[in-house]
């Protein structure tokens, strides 16, 4: 992961023994809350192909190449020039 090292980090994120990762804090609200360490992938591609987190500038963390960490913003939805099913099925 030396591509890693020449470009900015994502936010949280470390480099430890050549991988990178980011610690990530499970139950908080509880008494029993612990610290867990993911890896991060450079690519969604490779998040995707390896289960691993990604993180995008307009969306947040994707955890493990699939599932957004964060509810996207009403904004954010509404400006999602993307087409749904439905619609490729009506045309």
């Not at 192909?49 to 939805?77: A, C, H, M």
């Amino acid at each position: 992961m030396t591509r890693a090292k020449e470009v900015e980090l994502p936010p949280g994120c470390e480099i430890r023994d050549g991988r990178l990762v980011r610690a990530i804090t499970i139950n908080p609200d509880s008494d029993q809350s612990w610290e867990q360490l993911r890896p991060v992938a450079e690519t969604l591609e490779e998040a995707r192909r390896t289960r691993t987190d990604y993180y995008d500038r307009e969306l947040g963390w994707i955890r493990g190449g699939f599932k957004l960490e964060r509810d996207r913003s009403t904004e954010s939805i509404m400006a999602d020039k993307s087409i749904s099913i439905a619609e490729l099925a009506e045309s």
